[in-house]
T-cell receptor, first 114, second 112 residues
Framework: DTAVSQTPKYLVTQMGNDKSIKCEQN?????MYWYKQDSKKFLKIMFSYNNKELIINETVPNRFSPKSPDKAHLNLHINSLELGDSAVYFC?????????????FGSGTRLTVV | GENVEQHPSTLSVQEGDSAVIKCTYS??????FPWYKQELGKRPQLIID?????GEKKDQRIAVTLNKTAKHFSLHITETQPEDSAVYFCAAFSPGTYKYIFGTGTRLKVLA
């Protein structure tokens, strides 16, 4: 039983398209996150939701919009995709705000914009 | 803003030797320091963590030390094995911002 699952695992799309990545966790965690990992492996936080409420919103282009319909789901919608959006996007979840037991990461979505 | 520096960026060791990865954080309020291991093409996974009220923690071949005064923490892997080869990330949690700041990663290669 996968704890944090993301779909799709791979996404290849053309510049200018709009796409969504979905994330679901079955751990009963309160907080979910989106991270972007670039080609140099840097892990940068994008967004965090705690019980459906946005608590972290980093300096991310407003083409990126997270949506949390309930505390078990956090989706990421990206409008007007650009070449620089190519990266691996990781969803993660944690109990509380993350300083209890660390994160559980999803398996990642490799986004390639061509 | 908050920052975590991690060194070295790459590390090659012979099987059986020890490996040490060091991190320095900037936010003195940081109170929780996890380490993640990311194997090629896989997700980062938590391998060990330490809280600010503890100086050292050990779990079999891995240990983490924390020096709050110097704002340093380190990962020590003893008796390294080829399956330890991966990218390792340190992170520091800032309670004021609810954010983890990740280090830039260390690619560890254990040579058989």
């Amino acid at each position: 039983d996968t704890a944090v699952s993301q779909t799709p695992k791979y996404l290849v799309t053309q510049m200018g398209n709009d796409k969504s990545i979905k994330c679901e966790q079955n751990l009963g965690h309160d907080t979910m996150y989106w991270y972007k990992q670039d080609s140099k492996k840097f892990l940068k936080i994008m967004f965090s939701y705690n019980n459906k409420e946005l608590i972290i919103n980093e300096t991310v282009p407003n083409r990126f919009s997270p949506k949390s319909p309930d505390k078990a789901h956090l989706n990421l919608h990206i409008n007007s995709l650009e070449l620089g959006d190519s990266a691996v996007y990781f969803c993660a979840s944690s109990q509380g705000t993350g300083d209890l037991y660390g994160y559980t990461f999803g398996s990642g979505t490799r986004l390639t914009v061509v | 803003g908050e920052n975590v520096e991690q060194h070295p960026s790459t590390l090659s060791v012979q099987e059986g030797d020890s490996a040490v990865i060091k991190c320095t954080y900037s936010d003195s309020a940081s109170n929780y320091f996890p380490w993640y291991k990311q194997e090629l093409g896989k997700r980062p996974q938590l391998i060990i963590d330490i809280r600010s009220n503890v100086g050292e923690k050990k779990d079999q071949r891995i240990a983490v030390t924390l020096n709050k005064t110097a704002k340093h923490f380190s990962l020590h892997i003893t008796e390294t094995q080829p399956e330890d080869s991966a990218v390792y990330f340190c992170a520091a949690f800032s309670p004021g911002t609810y954010k983890y700041i990740f280090g830039t990663g260390t690619r560890l290669k254990v040579l058989a």
